[in-house]
């Protein structure tokens, strides 16, 4: 079926229901999803600042160790068999002083960079030269600590950093102290924080440097860090940057440069792990939004059941009131089906009283309709009669007392030639419409008042005529002697 004819067909109960459902849960569920996203940055937010609170613990932990160690530099420098030059009783020393620091490297270095003493190999060994002359050169030149950025070490054989002390002597730098950290020694304080295994925390030098990584190798280190987050360890101190990964794997790396040792920590969070909790949430919202949107489907379809056997139940009702029929009222269940089924049964009452009505109204109108025909035909059959009886009669009185009737005359002069035998008086009348003679007409000139009492009643011709009539005829009376 083509969408068009589904648009034009009337949407039944239940599917409004269920558009009044989705109408209702859409928009909550989009709010929902609004407010989750909105959680969800905010909470990406915090581990963002909870991650730069461990990147700023981890550098100041880096700091403390180099701190440490350039304290007991100094300590070390005061030796006074550094005033002798009893460079054997200083290797002594300086062997002690690593005690505390396993994996560490002490050197005695003079002013032209050649190391005296090397704690990696015995006392007495030939030593080469200092693997970063620039970091010395630094050194001597302003006379304060330094940290220096990786190099390598002729000696150890592999890339690591160093802390420096100047030995001073009378306002002069006579010899420098350098404790050399490999990568793994410094790695350690990363291992003591419980890095969890999907974040990679990274220590980069000055120049931006890997010095060393939780997740990494010793093969990782002096690889330089990504352009992105390169430039950002030299612009800012702290910060968040976006980058691939070594692995092809987006991550999102939150820094923090300490101020002493000019060292940066880094910690990777892959991109992953922070929106798998949004895929969670997000898959938890949409998984309970559609079991909410098909219990509200069920509930529907039963209330919709529900009503629409209340609105079905009106239809027989409301057949049985077209066709004239008694109105029963199935069960139902919803007040205003109910309201429109007592309306229904009403309506039949009027409807029958209505009918009654009318019936008595048509009987009534039939009856006035045959006394109608029923008058007419009576006046046609007197019309008849009227037109074939004579225009007048005269009655009178016989001497003996007896009434003689007087047959039709063709005119007056006829009756004035003699006396009808036997007849003392006569009267004469004519019918309306027809034309009156000269003997109704000498008759008119007398009342019927004005006659004698041996003269015939007026008063009975007048009801003789009305009996034919509605209307009583004019009627003049006369007497004649003839």
């Known amino acids: ?48 600042r909870a991650t730069l609170d461990v990147t700023r613990a981890l550098t ?41 620091r396993p994996g560490n490297t002490l050197l005695l270095v003079g002013r032209d960079g050649r190391q005296v003493v090397n704690t990696h190999v015995p006392y007495g060994a030939p030593l080469p030269m200092h693997g970063n002359p620039l970091q010395l050169r630094r050194v001597i030149d302003s006379g304060r600590p330094l940290v220096s950025d990786l190099y390598f070490a002729p000696i150890v054989g592999r890339l690591l950093t160093s802390v420096d002390v100047p030995v001073l002597r009378r306002g002069e730098v006579r010899y420098l102290l350098s404790m050399q950290y490999v990568g793994e020694r410094l790695g350690a304080i990363l291992t003591r924080q419980n890095i969890p295994p999907d974040v990679t925390a990274t220590i980069y030098d000055s120049t931006a440097r890997i010095v060393w990584r939780s997740r990494g190798s010793r093969a990782d280190v002096g690889r330089r860090a990504d352009p992105g987050l390169a430039g950002g360890l030299l612009l800012e101190p702290e910060g968040i940057v976006d980058e691939p990964g070594p692995d092809s794997v987006p991550y999102v790396t939150v820094f923090s440069r300490s101020a002493v040792s000019n060292w940066t920590v880094a910690i990777a969070l892959p ?37 629409e056997r209340s609105i079905r139940g009106l239809v027989p009702p409301a057949i049985a009131l077209g066709y004239g029929e008694p109105v029963t ?57 009227f037109e074939e009886t004579p225009d007048g009669c005269c009655w009178s009185a016989s001497t003996a007392g007896s009434r003689a009737r007087m047959p039709r005359a063709s005119s007056c002069s006829a009756m004035r030639r003699g006396r009808w035998p036997g007849s003392r008086s006569t009267t ?15 008759c008119a000139r007398r009342r019927c008042g004005a006659a004698s009492t041996a003269r015939p009643s007026c008063t009975a011709a007048a009801a003789t005529a009305a009996a034919f009539r509605p209307t009583p005829w004019p009627a003049r009376c006369a007497s004649a002697r003839w």
């Open 1 to 48: 079926m083509r969408l068009r004819d589904l648009m034009r067909r009337a949407p039944t109960i239940r599917q409004w229901l269920a558009m009044l459902l989705a109408a209702c849960m859409v928009p909550a569920a989009g709010a929902v999803v609004v407010l989750f996203l909105y959680s969800y940055q905010r909470e990406r937010a915090g581990i963002e």
């Open 60 to 100: 100041q932990a880096i700091d403390r160790e180099l701190a440490s160690a350039q304290g007991a530099m100094q300590a070390l420098a005061t030796s006074p068999n550094l005033d002798h030059a009893d460079l054997h009783a200083f290797y002594g020393q300086a062997t002690e002083v690593l005690h505390d």
């Open 271 to 307: 991109r992953g792990a922070l929106n798998a909790a949004l895929w969670r949430s997000l898959a938890w919202i949409a998984l309970g939004a559609l079991a909410m949107f098909t219990l509200g489907l069920a509930l529907v379809r039963a209330i919709g059941s529900h009503i």
């Open 329 to 385: 009222l199935p069960p139902l269940h919803l007040r205003e089906t109910r309201d429109v089924g007592q309306a229904l049964v009403q309506a039949a009452a009027l409807l029958h009283e209505r009918t009654r009505q009318r019936d008595d109204a048509e009987r009534d109108r039939r009856r006035l309709s045959d006394a109608n025909q029923e008058i007419e035909r009576s006046e046609a059959f007197l019309r008849g009669i």
């Open 428 to 442: 004469c009348y004519t019918r309306p419409g027809r034309r009156r003679s000269r003997c109704a007409s000498a």
